[in-house]
């Protein structure tokens, strides 16, 4: 059975038992304890975890995922993956065991075809329905039934939902080691394929567990582990799931797979990187330094080094990228759709890097034969920091390379400069002082979640009831209302700021942020006290508020316009939307064009003229998305969704405040774009009353100019290329007259007189006018030139020019010393700069005396 086969046929088997079939998630999880989606059950947690009201009852997926930990030891195994794909079936308070295990046991020995007789079940050791369920439903004989305790029972946290799995294992037979089962056997012969994990406690912070007054039922099974034994293959790279990967990674390093241990090694490994590399760049993932962009350029890092190892320089982009579409692309259409970026991405980045390990070998291997030379093992971690932090040299590229060597890198000594890079980066910052999860999540139990009011001017005060009230440090609180007008943070759009005024109390609200998925916290400076139960009167500032839909519904319009001017592959990568500017990330990999850029900016404002109405839509996820509506970064959508047409070219998925029509932004005017990093770009923007404050300021500005310039403003431009002509000119004539001056310094200094050496103080000059002096001098017949003195600006220069014996270079280190500084140069010029004027005549004295 082929990859293909192998999802349609799960996919259809729970299809027609009643599940709802729902799309990959990304590999961007809306849970920000997440760096990754981990598994088959993260886009539904919300739902396990009782925050959110799944839309179905049953679910099925083919989950995207990746986990990093295994990312070392990625080719040496051959069924280690980062990214893998994930089966799962689903059910919220719906079925439970019997049928979970009916649906599993039906879809293994009959859609799948494995032989029952290899087949192993272990189950929790207090979970004796399971086990009776196995027996008596499903069939299978009670001694491949075993128990085992904690590694049979899942939680998802310290506290919280949890339960008894059973997991369901493959007999490899004899030829992998010892029988035995799961429990006793060799774990290279029974496989582990499938979790089943029954939902039906909670665990309370003492430990204790409850039973759920509603159970679920959350399954995964590994897809390519599945597929490896569905077709009793000896490793998961020898599936038609890898065929193109492993063909194009052999034709990048021109071995074949078996020629050596170390080649297998390197072709699994630019194999399994190249697909994974490939699906997060499709789901939004850039290359960086810091979280999920690091981890996605150590893999592309990994997979070119691999490729190098074995002696090839061909680029390796482009053929992973294409290896990976001929096998994914039906499944995720995305990796089609944006080839052109991705293949951008990800070889912009190859490209970098590059040059990066050409200059950080470099240097690798200057410290390796200096550190042999000197007989120790263990690499200097200050010298591993250095090539990190100057270089882009990973730590674990480093460690590798050192391991093929024979040495270690002194962690310890890394770990500290990180650690001391890492408290420069905090010094600055301040946390916020604001209420545990678990304080939050006992106000939404209580109360539920806080209902938002405040979309219409006409809601901006309210009054409503508090239902919670946390007090924190320094006089400040987090209060929880009923109701609110207050929007809390989210889709880029910043929370509202106001007051929540009650008879004993006001709190001056600073933020508004969204806690335990749905309850809006008002955080700010407590006056009195606010008391639960009473009755309030919620205010936001409505002046700020409606610069703030200004500026988002602008930012629709600039994200629909980059995608007009520049191509469909624009995709944002955040933003923000403050009442004084909005700010806008978007996936680009090369500048924009001027012409672009006017095209954007006019594009913009030609739908703010056409003033057209702003539209919002109630829609199912699945109608929004046939309406072409597009989705913005991090936001997070369920089953019903708001779609907001702005004018005729931006409908988008959002959740946020917008203007009634596009008139009311006022002008809009793009202050900046530049790079902040590889294949990312911003805009930043301002639109309304701050855009026309920004025209008036230009325009004084402009005036200014004009008025010293003594010409008109629209003249402003030739008179300015006037006085820049006339500035070059004077310059020039300048440099000449100093060029002059110079050489006659020169011809005093050498003079009638023949002597092979001269050693002089010459103040007034600083380094460069010496050295082009010293030059003139040794060019006038003086065979060794030292010059010194202090410049204008009061700082010491010292020269020294040779024929390269004495070296230049060794006379400036020792003379440097005398005048408080130090300098470098060639072993026939020198040059220093010091601190210390009172020194320049013993450094003359010392520098006669070393000429003789």
């Known amino acids: 059975m082929e990859a293909a086969e192998l999802r349609s046929r799960f996919l259809s088997y729970f299809a027609e038992r009643g599940h709802t079939v729902v799309p990959s998630a990304s590999l961007i999880p809306h849970d920000p304890s997440l760096l990754f989606t981990i598994a088959g059950m993260v886009p539904f947690k919300p739902y396990f975890a009782g925050e959110e009201v799944p839309p179905f009852t049953r679910a099925v997926s083919v989950q995207k995922c990746f986990r990093a930990p295994d990312i070392d030891i990625i080719g040496t195994t051959a069924r280690h993956l980062t990214f893998f794909e994930m089966l799962g ?27 029952p007789e290899r087949l192993w079940i272990t189950v929790h050791i207090s ?39 059973s997991e369901i294992y493959f007999d490899k037979g004899p030829d992998f080691g010892a029988d035995g089962g799961p429990a006793f056997g060799d774990g290279d012969r029974f496989v582990e394929f499938w979790n089943l994990v029954f939902m039906q406690n909670s665990r309370g912070s003492d430990g ?43 034709q990048i390093i021109g071995k074949k797979y078996g020629s050596s241990p170390t080649t297998d090694i390197a072709i699994r490994r630019i194999a399994e990187h190249g697909r994974a590399m490939s699906m997060l760049v499709a789901d939004g993932v850039l290359p960086g330094n810091e979280g999920r962009g690091y981890v996605l350029r150590r893999i592309i890092r990994r997979a070119i080094l691999a490729a190098r190892r074995e002696g090839s320089e061909k680029s390796i982009a482009e053929a992973v990228l294409n290896a990976t579409i001929e096998k994914m692309g039906d499944a995720y259409p995305v990796l089609v759709n944006d080839r052109e970026t991705i293949s951008s991405v990800l070889q912009r980045e190859e490209e970098t890097f590059s040059r990066t390990l050409r200059a950080g070998m470099t240097l690798l291997n200057e410290e390796v034969a200096g550190a042999k030379k000197s007989g120790t093992t263990t690499f200097p971690g200050t010298t591993a920091f250095r090539l990190h932090d100057t270089h882009g040299f990973p730590i674990e ?4 390379v050192l391991e093929e060597q024979g040495m270690t890198v002194d962690r310890d000594g890394f770990n500290a400069e990180m650690d001391l890079q890492r408290e420069r980066a905090r010094s600055a910052a301040k946390l916020k002082a604001v209420g545990d999860d678990s304080a939050h999540r006992a106000i939404f139990d ?19 009831s508090v239902v919670g009230v946390l007090t924190l440090e320094d006089g400040r609180a987090e209060v929880f209302l009923h109701s609110t007008p207050f929007y809390a943070e989210s889709g880029g759009q910043v929370g509202d700021t106001g007051a929540i005024v009650t008879e004993s109390g006001r709190l001056v609200v600073s933020d508004t942020q969204s806690v335990a998925g749905g309850l809006v916290s008002h955080r700010g400076q407590l ?54 500017r909005l700010r806008f990330d978007f996936a680009h990999t090369k500048g924009v064009a001027r012409e672009e850029f006017d095209a954007i900016v006019e594009m913009v404002n030609a739908d703010v003229i056409n003033n057209d109405d ?32 702005a004018g005729a070219h931006s409908l988008e998925f959002c959740g946020g405040t917008h203007v009634h029509r596009l008139g009311d932004i006022g002008h809009i005017q793009v202050v900046s774009e530049a790079s902040i990093g590889s294949g990312t770009r911003r805009i930043e923007a301002i639109s309304g009353s701050a855009s026309v404050r920004r025209s008036r300021e230009l325009e004084a500005v402009l005036g200014t100019v004009a008025t010293t310039l003594k010409a008109s403003i629209d003249d402003v431009i030739p008179a ?133």
């Open 527 to 580: 006056t009195g006290e606010i008391i639960v139960g009473q009755t309030a009167v919620a205010t936001i500032d409505g002046a700020r508020r409606e610069a703030i839909r200004r500026n988002h519904t602008a930012t629709h319009l600039l994200h629909a316009a980059l995608r007009t001017v520049l191509g469909d592959h624009v995709r944002q990568q955040g933003s923000l939307v403050a009442p004084d």
């Open 397 to 400: 590229l480093t460690m590798e």
């Open 89 to 115: 079936n689903f059910s919220f308070g719906d079925y439970f065991k019997e049928d979970a295990i009916r649906f599993a046991w039906g879809l293994i020995t009959e859609g799948f075809g494995f032989d």
């Open 720 to 852: 300015l290329e006037r006085v820049l002509e006339r500035q070059k000119e004077t310059d020039k004539a300048l440099s000449a007259l100093r060029q002059t001056n110079l050489a006659s310094l020169a011809g005093e200094l050498r003079g009638g007189d023949d002597r092979p050496i001269v050693v002089a103080r010459v103040d007034g000059y600083d380094v460069d006018d010496l050295r082009t002096v010293a030059q003139a001098v040794r060019s006038r017949g003086a065979r060794s030139v030292v010059l010194a003195g202090v410049s204008q600006d009061h700082k010491v220069a010292l020269v020294v020019a040779t024929p390269g014996d004495p070296d230049a270079k060794a006379l400036v280190k020792e003379l440097g010393g005398l005048i408080g500084g130090g300098g470098g140069g060639s072993t026939e010029l020198a040059t220093a700069g010091g601190k210390n004027p009172a020194g320049v005549e013993s450094a003359l004295s010392r520098a006669t005396e070393l000429l003789g």
């Open 208 to 250: 204790s567990l409850t039973d759920l007054p509603r159970k679920n039922i959350d399954t995964g099974a590994g897809f390519e582990r599945v597929l490896l034994l569905q077709n009793n293959a000896s490793s998961i790279f020898t599936t038609d799931l890898f065929a193109p990967l492993m063909e194009a990674s052999q």
């Open 614 to 645: 702003v539209e919002t839509i109630d829609a199912t996820k699945q109608e929004a998305e046939k309406m072409g509506a597009v989705a913005f970064f991090g936001d997070k959508y369920g089953d019903r969704v708001r779609v907001v047409r």
């Open 127 to 165: 979970d004796t329905d399971a086990a009776d369920i196995w027996r008596d439903v499903a069939g299978i004989r009670a001694e491949r039934i075993q128990r085992l305790d904690e590694d049979n029972f899942w939680a998802m946290g310290d506290t919280g939902p949890c339960g008894p799995c």
């Open 446 to 464: 209580e109360s539920g979640p806080t209902t938002f009011l405040g979309r219409e001017v006409a809601r901006y005060s309210l009054e409503t």
